[in-house]
């Protein structure tokens, strides 16, 4: 009788334990960060996000071709608003805010009389997104083509500025045409424009691929500088002016190389690239005036792309080796990344595509936070559900970011079925913690149950990257009575495996199991009575 109550005893405190782990499951489960549609009208990709720090409730977005959404509940909900301009809207958006809180819109043009992306159009907001002014434009260069921009606001000032790619001649292979980063500037919150100058020493090709010039963003530093970074032959290279755009360096700034490039092919996406970010932290922290740059590429190989970051303390002049954002030890894809900084905290955010879950297309969202400058990273799942993309529908070159005193806003493109639609995520900083997937935590085993056993028990275990696994039990002597896997290729997920003592002619006595994943070795004990 005293040996079944103390069995009952370890049965009810079983139960507890999982009744608790079971508990917190949910309470993880419930803590997932609301994913918002946005849209998923006119097929809608190439997604930009950004919140006004003026009034954070109002959050402005946009999306290929040409849609343009807004929200006044800080992302909640949304509706879209007709835009229109005379030089014609042929998608790349770019939204950012100035210091008095209007928002601008900048996309490529397609005007009724002249060349398709001649020229990078800004529109003009003053109420929050819901009406658009025709808008202005800066590059117009005859022929040639203007693509890829983006644009940093001066909040000492509230001057402009803008970098783009100007193509001789898009698509060409010929020697004699190529591709140059450009620069200009209002001072007039966006009424006129400077000439375009050329800021890129070395010039590109213009097929729009590794050997272009391409992916030029611009950042402002705390005493009025502009930096820029962008990608060409394989490496990424920097440029700055101390004087507000009106001087640039005589020659290009090795950033570090870029193995393999920025256009590189991801399985079930007809385009994918890994051009850079540039983000300049103007908080009041501790490392204000650190320049980042943000790429993703396939330097540890083909099948497994990863998302880096490297630094500059030195206002540009050197720059950190590259360190790793995503934390899984797979060897998946991780592309399509964005960074922000939250210029109110000095964390960096992070969001990308991520398949560590996974052996084939399916895709989910994943981000990550450093709080220390770049030195750690916190990653973790924003995606409700995973998704499978198809070579023959375009996602575009990139998904978009935005944070202003905790409140974060990412944005992605999705596919269901044969629809593509826009997302947003009502990120939690608080709740990051117990959503986060820390690589120590790649494999985990369970207390058997129950325990002790007499016929047979159940031991789980749970991989949270694909390994290869063995599970052993040995008996109180250290002999192996019995091999339950052997060196069996896993996938993500929760096993669960059953014990029978009559199946393996189990003695009564004392157990171990084994566990051999990912590197690591658990064990576990238990009782055959």
């Known amino acids: 009788m005293l040996f079944n109550h103390a069995a009952m005893y370890h049965r009810y405190t079983t139960f507890c334990q999982l009744t608790i782990i079971c508990l917190l499951s949910a309470a993880s489960i419930m803590a997932q960060h609301t994913n918002v549609r946005i849209s998923n009208l006119n097929l809608p990709n190439e997604p930009a996000i950004c919140i006004n720090p003026k009034n954070p409730k109002q959050v402005v977005a946009g999306s290929n071709l040409n849609n343009i959404y807004y929200s006044a509940d800080g992302g909640a909900n949304w509706k879209k608003t007709p835009v229109s301009s005379p030089y014609g809207i042929w998608g790349d958006p770019v939204i950012v805010t100035d210091t008095a809180g209007a928002f601008y819109y900048l996309h490529l043009s397609n005007p009724s009389n002249g060349n398709w992306i001649d020229r990078i159009v800004v529109q003009k907001s003053t109420d929050a997104g819901v009406t658009w002014s025709p808008g202005t434009f800066t590059g117009l260069n005859g022929t040639k083509a203007q693509d890829k921009h983006w644009m940093a606001v001066d909040p000492r000032n509230n001057s402009l500025h803008i970098t783009w790619t100007q193509f001789d001649k898009y698509g060409s292979a010929a020697v004699k045409d190529s591709s140059i980063i450009l620069y200009s500037r209002s001072t007039d919150n966006g009424l006129t424009w400077t000439a ?278 040995y008996d109180a002597k250290g002999n192996r009575v019995a091999t339950l896997i052997d060196n069996e290729r896993r996938e993500y997920g929760k096993y669960v495996e059953e014990i029978r003592s009559d199946v393996l002619h189990l003695a009564t006595g004392n157990y171990t199991a084994v566990l051999t994943a990912d590197g690591k070795v658990l064990k576990e004990k238990m009782i055959k009575i």
């Not at 100058?197 to 009025?224: F, H, K, V």
């Not at 360190?323 to 905290?345: E, L, P």
């Open 196 to 473: 375009p100058q050329r800021i890129s020493q070395l010039g590109g090709d213009c097929i729009d691929s590794d050997n272009t010039a391409e992916g030029a963003i611009p950042c402002i530093g705390p005493n009025g500088a502009v930096y820029v970074s962008w990608s060409n032959r394989n490496k990424l290279w920097f440029d700055r002016s101390l004087d507000g755009g009106k001087t640039w360096q005589s020659e290009d700034i090795f950033i570090g190389d870029q193995p393999g490039g920025w256009d590189y092919e991801i399985p079930g996406i007809s385009r994918a690239n890994g051009l850079p970010y540039t983000a300049c932290d103007l908080s009041n922290g501790p490392r204000r005036g650190t320049i980042y740059v943000n790429w993703s590429d396939q330097r540890n190989d083909v099948s497994d792309t990863d998302v880096w970051l490297c630094k500059s303390t030195d206002e540009g002049l050197t720059w950190s080796k590259p360190v790793r954002v995503n934390d899984d030890n797979t060897q998946r894809q991780q592309f399509f990344t964005a960074m922000t900084i939250d210029q109110q905290t000095g964390y960096l955010w992070f969001v990308y595509y991520d398949r560590r879950r996974y052996n084939d297309l399916r895709t989910d969202v994943y981000m990550a936070v450093s709080k220390d400058g770049g030195e750690t990273f916190q990653n973790f799942r924003v995606s409700e559900t995973p998704f499978v993309p198809r070579t023959d529908v375009f996602f575009g070159d990139y998904n978009g970011i935005s944070a202003h005193n905790n409140l974060v806003r990412p944005i992605w493109t999705r596919m269901d079925s044969n629809d593509l639609s826009v997302w947003t995520a009502l990120i939690k900083p608080e709740m990051i913690n117990a959503s986060t997937e820390p690589a120590s935590t790649s494999v985990s085993l369970d207390t058997p149950v129950p325990n002790p056993f007499s016929e047979k028990t159940v031991i789980a275990f749970k991989l949270r990257n694909t390994a290869r696994v063995s599970l052993h039990l």
